[in-house]
Each structure stands twice: as C-alpha cells, then as structure tokens.
C-alpha cells in the first residue's frame, strides 16, 4: 500500500477503510447515483490510479471556469502542512460538506486520507450539521461562509472550523470570536491547493493573514501578491489579489485587482467597502462600478431584492466607516444574484443584470 496515498487508520462515517477496499468504496458512491456522491467516488478513484496528478476544475468566481493539472505530491503536502498547523491527529473526526467539483472539498478528503482521519460525509447544504447527528462533535470542519452563517445554531459541534472562498461578514465573524469553536478565515485559491494563509478569527479586528510553514509572500509591479510555496506549487503563483505586505509572511487582503473602480481618479476596492458596509445590511449586496461619464466609473450598490427595500441613499451617510469617495451614488436593485456553481457571486455578470434590471 502506498503510504503517501492513504494512511492505514483513514475512516469514512467511523468504518475502518484498508487500501484493499477503498476502490469498492469509491465504486460504491458511484453506483448510488447521486451526484454529490459520486464526485466523491471518481475523485478517490483518481487518487488512488498510477498518474501523479489530477485534473482539477477552477470556480470561475472571477473568470472562466478551467482545469489546471495538480501533483499528488504537492497535494499531500498541503494536507500535511495544514494536519501539522491544527494539530490533527489519526483518528481525529472531521465533517465533509463541500461538493467535491471543486478543490475545497477535495483537499477535505485529501486530509482525512492521508492525515488517518475519520471523515463523516454530508450533502452539501446551507446546513449540514442539521444531517448529522452522530458523532456529536468534529475535531475538524471547512464551510463556505454561507454556510457558517446558517450553522451558528450548531457551529459549537466544530472544535477547528476553517472558511473561505467569499468574505465572511463582519456580524458574523463578531459571534464567532464569542464561541468555543477556534474560527479561522483562509486565503487560499485552486493553484495553491486552498489556504496558504490563515487568520483566527478574534475580537481584534484587521488581524492580518498569516503565512503557512515554508509559504512566502511578495508583491509584483501592480501590487498583487505574490506565492512562494515550493511544497505545493513547482513555480511562484502570482496573483491578482491586492494586498498590503506587512512582511514576507503576512499580509491584509484589499481586494481584486480586477474589481479595482476607478472613480473620479481615485481607486477603490469594492471587497474592502463591502467589509464596512456588512454589518448594517441584511441582503447579499456587492460594490460595482457603473460607467459615469464624469467620473468614469460611478460607485453603485447593488442589493438581492426587489425595488420594495427600506434602504436608500441618505442611510449611507450615517456610516461613519465610510469615506467621502466609498460612499455609493446609487442603488440598484436585483431579485437573484448571478453565481457559480458553487455559490460565489460573478460581479461582472451580476452588474450588466443590474443594470439591464432598472
């Protein structure tokens, strides 16, 4: 058996899964035809198969949606360099409620087989503590903030719980920090095989993302982070994610270098307005820019509603959080945001709805 592939004390649902049997596990959630289930059974298939590498699909949350190549290798070593950063030990429970498409859910898997960890299995939801009732509590857990924010009810269930792929809102991340559950925000993407960077989540506010064991961090010409991880990733992976570096192991989030609006001259970045705007609105809602002949771009918020919302412009100018220029000249209004697959809002895409919808 190889070792590096799956760890003698791995588990699915608290039942033992030797090398031998593992295939007829896999075929086994391919043969129940529920497509959750199977993306599980074909990706341990491709783990277990001769090539080094697996095909992996990218969300296209901001562009479109390709499969990049991944070595086994650099895939086990994330899941090492994470077990070694919590602590997880063999025998240790954890909760996959991810679709396994996407490299989220993979590494879950990843980890519970190479790190020997018993590895319960629900359908991805907005609620997957609600499936699950036994074990109690998992040592180990990854959502998507949506589902975070539908899950504070059972979220104490998680000893370690990681989130990442959107923002986490602040109101959200304010319960959190009160909770016996150890909350982490992760930076992270397909190419770098999820986080390489991690933040607890604590009453302290702008705490910065701090850098995985032998991750390093710099800026190319436009600002944009920059990957060293030889661990997982043969060539630096250069980013279009802006930040500002604090040092080569840390860094605060800014925002997309393709989000950036220009306005008037002044550059703004929409994922850090968002942030100050969470905790005063209910709705799912993004920062765009609009084209504005005098200013180029005009900064607009748009909110998932329909017109009826008590929200309007004077509310905007009693957020004191906001700068003069952060401050959106316009609503608009959309029933249903446009996302992908797996939940993730496309700006652009949702901006020309947007606009069509007034």
Same mark, same amino acid.
């Given at each position: ?150 899950? #504070?009810?059972? &979220?104490?269930?998680? =000893?370690? +719980?990681? *989130? ?6 602040? %109101?959200?991340? $304010? ?123 005009? #900064?607009?918020? &748009?909110?998932?509603? =329909?017109? +009826?919302? *008590? ?6 100018? %009693?957020?004191? $959080? ?37």
């Amino acid at each position: 058996m190889p070792d590096i592939m799956v760890h003698p004390n791995f588990k699915i649902d608290g039942k033992l899964v030797s090398w031998d049997g593992i295939s007829e596990i896999a075929q086994s959630f391919l043969k129940e035809g529920v497509p959750f289930k199977e993306s599980i059974g074909r990706f341990i298939l491709d783990w277990i198969s001769p090539d080094d590498h697996i095909h992996v699909q990218t969300s296209g949350s901001t562009g479109n949606p390709k499969k990049i190549s991944l070595l086994k290798k650099h895939m086990r070593n994330s899941a090492l360099a994470t077990g070694a950063y919590f602590n997880l030990q063999p025998g240790d429970t954890c909760l996959l409620c991810l679709p396994c498409d996407y490299i989220a859910g993979k590494m879950m898997l990843v980890r519970a087989l190479v790190l020997g960890l018993d590895i319960y299995i629900a359908q991805p939801s907005t609620t997957p503590l609600k499936q699950i009732h036994t074990p109690a509590k998992f040592r180990f857990c990854a959502m998507v903030p949506m589902q975070v924010q539908a899950s #504070l009810d059972d &979220i104490e269930r998680i =000893d370690t +719980l990681i *989130t990442g792929g959107a923002a986490l809102p602040k %109101e959200t991340a $304010s319960i959190l920090a009160q909770m016996r559950t150890k909350c982490f925000e992760t930076y992270g993407m397909t190419e770098t095989i999820t986080h390489v960077a991690i933040k607890e989540i604590t009453e302290e506010s702008d705490q910065p993302f701090r850098a995985l064991p032998n991750v390093y961090f710099s800026l190319d010409e436009r600002e944009c982070l920059v990957v060293k991880a030889p661990g997982i990733a043969s060539e630096n992976i250069v980013t279009n994610d802006r930040v500002a570096l604090l040092s080569d192991s840390a860094f605060i989030w800014l925002g997309r270098h393709d989000n950036v609006i220009n306005s008037g001259g002044v550059k703004l970045f929409p994922e850090s307005i968002e942030e100050k705007l969470s905790a005063f609105m209910e709705n799912p809602f993004i920062i765009a820019g609009m084209p504005d002949e005098r200013l180029g771009q005009k #900064l607009v918020l &748009i909110i998932e509603s =329909d017109s +009826l919302s *008590t929200w309007h412009l004077p509310n905007l100018h %009693e957020i004191n $959080s906001l700068e003069p220029f952060e401050r959106p000249k316009d609503i608009l209004y959309l029933p249903t945001f446009i996302r992908t697959k797996n939940g993730k809002i496309q700006r652009e895409l949702t901006l020309q709805k947007a606009i069509i919808n007034q």
